[in-house]
């Protein structure tokens, strides 16, 4: 008789919370409210799946307005922040160095899958996002993808959301 022994991701999976405090924000020099794609997308996957919208923002794509607004993600609470946008190459994009600058722990493997089912989408081009994610020395889980529907689709439903709850886990031990 076969016995089945739960994984240990299994495992974790059981004992994580089911719901995160999220805070969204958008880095763009150009998306307001109505045209914030990205951000929406974010909001309704969350919803969707049960978890609270700590906060959101619309900042410039300025290094200094976008850890202003982690600052303020901490203050209210948010145990994530999902960035989108400011992830290219352009000399406005910025969202990388600022994200990478307040990573105490990074978390390399969210790039480099990102990247590679970019890559299954979009062909070579996925190289041009600077996808990131870790932990600030504060505690708080960032994840910063591009901005475009896309992108924010493929890190939220095969990346983010699937092991929201098993990071926050792990975060806690």
């Known amino acids: ?34 045209t914030d794609e990205g951000g929406k997308l974010i909001k309704s996957r969350l919803a969707d799946r049960g978890h609270i919208l700590a906060g959101s923002a619309i900042v410039p794509d300025d290094p200094a307005r976008i850890l202003e607004e982690l600052g303020r993600a901490r203050a209210s609470g948010a145990q994530v922040a999902l960035v989108t946008g400011g992830t290219g190459l352009s000399s406005r994009d ?6 990478s600058g307040v ?3 990074p978390l390399p493997g969210f790039g480099e899958l990102f990247r590679m089912l970019s890559y299954a989408q979009i062909g070579a ?3 041009l996002s ?17 901005g475009s529907p896309a992108a924010v689709e493929l890190a939220c439903d095969k990346l983010i959301l699937p092991e929201l ?8 031990r």
Do not use: N, W
């Open 1 to 34: 008789m076969a016995h089945h022994h739960k994984s240990v991701p299994e495992q974790h999976k059981e004992r994580a919370p089911a719901s995160a405090r999220v805070y969204v924000v958008t880095c763009s020099d150009s998306r307001t409210a109505a």
């Open 94 to 99: 910025s969202t990388f160095e600022a994200i």
């Open 103 to 105: 990573l105490a722990r």
């Open 125 to 127: 081009a996925a190289m």
């Open 130 to 146: 600077r996808a990131a994610a870790g932990v600030t020395r504060e505690g708080l889980l960032v994840f910063a993808m591009p």
């Open 165 to 172: 709850g098993h990071l926050l886990e792990e975060l806690a």
